[in-house]
């Protein structure tokens, strides 16, 4: 069936560094990728939605130029949180709609900034 | 290899009772989730389940849990067309990871 691969799966960086996260669409195209953020026992928070090969679309409060989202083939999708602080410590899951398959989610990725 | 399996559509006539059924492969999983996504909106955690319970009820809510089985279900009680929407059994085989089901579409019929 339809597989996401999301990596890393923990990343540990310093404060002011920038980290990417990679989701991969494995055997399927994915047109439309999906970025989360899930803050400890509660919901998972819609950060933006991207389609391949064109921007990607924020959700209000979600600062665009610190979450930079790129989707250059339905394949594809990466999520950079530039100059990263703690507060930006969280767990980040991507998910890829599919064509009459639901939706495939990554397993997402525990960043913690120091 | 770990996976969460859950039916992709439901339909249910309103004031009938929606049971949402999900099979899970981690018995390490130590809590077991659902969410539910309405259109264009986030996932919204309704609720989850430590693996050591059997059962667990928030008003129109019941979660079952057989761990033998790594059977989950989610029953909604008395459904309203404001039910209507996508429902996700999730389970988290350590902090670092996260596994979803594909998500059941429930559709109110009148």
């Known amino acids: 069936g339809a597989v996401v691969s999301q990596h890393p799966s923990r990343v540990i960086c310093k404060s002011g560094t920038s980290v990417k996260i990679e989701c991969r669409s494995l055997?399927?195209?994915?047109?439309?990728m999906f970025w989360y953020r899930q803050f400890p026992k509660k919901s998972l928070m819609l950060m933006a939605t991207s389609n391949e090969g064109s921007k990607a679309t924020y959700e209000q409060g979600v600062e665009k130029d610190k979450f930079l989202i790129n989707h250059a083939s339905l394949t594809l999708s990466t999520l950079t949180v530039t100059s990263a602080h703690p507060e930006d410590s969280s767990f980040y899951i991507c998910?890829?709609?599919?064509?009459?398959?639901?939706?495939?989610f990554g397993s997402g990725t525990r960043l913690t900034v120091v | 290899g770990e996976d969460v399996e859950q039916s992709l559509f439901l339909s249910v006539r309103e004031g009938d009772s929606s049971v949402i059924n999900c099979t899970y492969t981690?018995?390490?999983?130590?809590?077991l989730y659902w969410y539910k996504q309405e259109p264009g909106a986030g996932l919204q955690l309704l609720t989850y389940i430590f693996s050591n319970m059997d059962m667990k009820q928030d008003q129109r809510l019941t979660v079952l849990l057989n761990k033998k089985d790594k059977h989950l279900s989610l029953r909604i009680a008395d459904t309203q067309t404001g039910d209507s929407a996508i429902y996700f059994c999730?389970?988290?085989?350590?902090?670092?990871?996260?596994?979803f089901g594909k998500g059941t579409r429930l559709h109110i019929l009148p």
């Open positions: 998910s890829a709609a599919g064509t009459g398959n639901g939706y495939t």
């Open positions: 055997d399927f195209q994915a047109t439309t």
């Open positions: 981690d018995s390490s999983s130590t809590y």
């Open positions: 999730a389970e988290r085989p350590r902090d670092d990871k996260i596994i």
